[in-house]
């Protein structure tokens, strides 16, 4: 299966990027998105979390593992031109004013080529990792 990864070094501790992207169900706190964009149902693994795009359509995702500074989660249903998906979000520590958050997924493309799905991800994490550093800024 593809796998894309992306990595971005912030210049915040591990522990304020871990407060800021750590909560599975509460994206809106670093995509600038309003609450009801993003709901959760459940709790710990196997939470739910359903995201609603701005034109209407939703993304519902599993959260499959997590620990201290990470989580993995699996898309149940979506849009999203994927069979599969399986991805991994984590904060390590650079030094006491930085740190790194590498997130990575796993997938299945279903109308894509494996090179376009693999720039198709990846962009994916790009954009998320950009409204990161805008909530930042």
Same mark, same amino acid.
């Given at each position: 299966?593809?796998?894309?990864?992306?990595?971005? =070094?912030?210049?915040?501790?591990?522990?304020?990027?871990?407060?800021?992207?750590?909560?599975?169900?509460?994206?809106?706190?670093?995509?600038?998105?309003?609450?009801?964009?993003? =709901?959760?149902?459940? =709790?710990?693994?196997?939470?739910? %979390?359903?995201?609603?795009?701005?034109?209407? %359509?939703?993304?519902?995702? %599993?959260?499959?593992?997590?620990?201290?500074?990470?989580?993995?989660?699996?898309?149940?249903?979506?849009?999203?031109?994927?069979?599969?998906?399986?991805?991994?979000?984590?904060?390590?520590?650079?030094?006491?004013?930085?740190?790194?958050?590498?997130?990575?997924?796993?997938?299945?493309?279903?109308?894509?080529?494996?090179?376009?799905?693999?720039?198709?991800?990846?962009?994916?994490?790009?954009?998320?990792?950009?409204?990161?550093?805008?909530?930042?800024?």
């Amino acid at each position: 299966m593809p796998t894309a990864e992306i990595k971005h =070094v912030f210049p915040i501790s591990a522990e304020r990027l871990w407060g800021l992207i750590g909560d599975f169900g509460d994206m809106g706190k670093w995509s600038g998105r309003p609450p009801g964009a993003c =709901v959760q149902s459940g =709790v710990g693994v196997g939470a739910l %979390r359903t995201i609603t795009l701005d034109d209407g %359509r939703q993304i519902v995702n %599993r959260l499959t593992a997590g620990g201290p500074m990470t989580y993995s989660y699996c898309i149940v249903s979506s849009p999203l031109p994927m069979k599969t998906y399986q991805a991994t979000m984590a904060v390590t520590p650079v030094s006491d004013a930085a740190s790194e958050l590498t997130w990575s997924g796993e997938f299945e493309p279903a109308g894509l080529s494996e090179a376009d799905a693999i720039a198709f991800v990846e962009n994916m994490y790009r954009y998320g990792i950009s409204l990161m550093q805008k909530t930042l800024a």
